[in-house]
């Protein structure tokens, strides 16, 4: 079974602080994706990597960035915390030869 | 025009009856489908996938494709309580992207 991991369920930060969603995959997975989920909204994607080092802009990019140093690990970093940012993150792996997402259990981050 | 519409729900159906679910895409060059399902605080879980026109069964589950129309559904056959749930919808646009609906809740009334 594919097992994607999420280092926090839930997480709480202040506005302005740096926070750091990692996101694991145990699968050699080429590409990695991170979303947000909010009500009324589905699941729109922040940025994808189909390569260590490499990513691609998302539909929704902005006060967010990457970084994929290893094949397995995506990290998703907000710079400066907003309110705005208060959502559901989720990470999801895929192979270079199939379609279908796995997701990771989310991380909640509320941001005060 | 979003790209992928769903009704929003919820839908409501008794134990043991059917369920379907729509979706449309604007995409016209959209090659593969897919269904989630979400639970309640819980993660998207993919329930099944169709690439080709036509019918797709796996269980109680049938997708169903028509690019024609594009438009996909999904039948949950012989409702459960545990099939209520958010059922998402997906279209593969380019590259290894998907683009989600907003989903529809499902809830089976026992």
């Known amino acids: 079974d594919v097992k994607v991991t999420q280092s926090s369920r839930y997480l709480v930060k202040r506005t302005g602080e740096k926070v750091f969603l990692e996101c694991v995959q145990d699968?050699?997975?080429?590409?990695m994706f991170w979303y947000r989920q909010d009500p009324g909204l589905g699941l729109r994607l922040i940025y994808f990597?189909?390569?260590?080092?490499?990513?691609e802009k998302g539909d929704i990019p902005e006060g967010y960035s990457v970084s994929r140093e290893k094949k397995e690990r995506f990290s998703l970093i907000l710079e400066s915390a907003s309110t705005n940012q208060t959502s559901m993150y989720l990470c999801?792996?895929?192979?270079?030869?199939?379609?279908?997402?796995?997701f990771g259990p989310g991380t909640r981050l509320t941001v005060t | 025009q979003k790209e992928v519409e769903q009704n929003s729900g919820p839908l409501s159906v008794p134990e043991g009856a059917i369920a379907s679910l729509n979706c449309t895409y604007s995409?016209?060059?959209?090659?593969?489908f897919f269904w989630y399902r979400q639970y309640s605080g819980k993660s998207p879980e993919l329930i099944m996938f169709?690439?080709?026109?036509g019918d797709k069964e796996d269980g109680r589950f049938t997708a169903q494709l028509n690019k024609a129309s594009q438009y996909v559904s999904l039948l949950i056959r012989d409702s459960q309580p545990s099939d209520s749930a958010t059922y998402l919808c997906?279209?593969?646009?380019?590259?290894?992207?998907?683009?989600f609906g907003a989903g529809t809740t499902v809830t089976v009334r026992a």
């Open positions: 999801a792996s895929t192979n270079h030869q199939g379609y279908e997402q796995y």
């Open positions: 699968m050699d997975h080429e590409n």
């Open positions: 990597s189909y390569d260590v080092k490499m990513k």
């Open positions: 995409d016209r060059g959209s090659q593969s």
């Open positions: 169709i690439y080709s026109n």
């Open positions: 997906a279209v593969n646009a380019n590259d290894y992207k998907l683009s």
